[in-house]
C-alpha cells in the first residue's frame, strides 16, 4: 500500500474541506484506513476510521458531527469531510492503512502504513 494525501489548505473557521487519501496498490479493500493529525511539539492524535467492507466508522470525540469519513473501494480512495472547521483542527492531516482480516475498526496503535501527510489550516 502506497498512500498520498491531498485536499488540504487555508480555509476559515466555520468553513469545510476534503482530504483524500489514494492508495496506488492492488488491495486496498482489505485495510481499514484511519485519519490522524499532529501539530507541531505534541503527539499525533486519532481523528477517525473506517473498516473494511462493512464501512463501520470510528471518530475522536472532538471531531464528531463535524467530520465524515467514507471510502471508495473502486477508487481506491478514502475520504475525510471536515465541516464546520475550528483553528483549533489546524494540524498536518495524515492518511493511514492497515491490513485486517475482519470488519473492524482496529487499535488506534495497528496503524502501519503512513502517507506523508498534508497541511490543514484553519483561521479565525
Known amino acids: 500500500v502506497e498512500l498520498v494525501e491531498s485536499g488540504g489548505g487555508l480555509v476559515q473557521a466555520g468553513g469545510s474541506l476534503r482530504l483524500s487519501c489514494a492508495d496506488s496498490?492492488?488491495?486496498?479493500?482489505?485495510?481499514?484506513m484511519g485519519w490522524f493529525r499532529q501539530v507541531p511539539g505534541k503527539e499525533r492524535e486519532f481523528v477517525a476510521s473506517i473498516s473494511r467492507n462493512t464501512g463501520t466508522t470510528s471518530y475522536a470525540d472532538s471531531v464528531k458531527g463535524r467530520f465524515a469519513i467514507s471510502r471508495d473501494d473502486a477508487k481506491n480512495t478514502v475520504y475525510l469531510q471536515m465541516n464546520s472547521l475550528k483553528p483549533e483542527d489546524t494540524a498536518v492531516y495524515y492518511c493511514a492503512a492497515v491490513f485486517t482480516t475482519i470488519p473492524t475498526i482496529p487499535p488506534i496503535n495497528e496503524y502501519d502504513n503512513w502517507g506523508q501527510g498534508t497541511q490543514v489550516t484553519v483561521s479565525s
Open positions: 496498490g492492488r488491495s486496498f479493500s482489505r485495510y481499514a
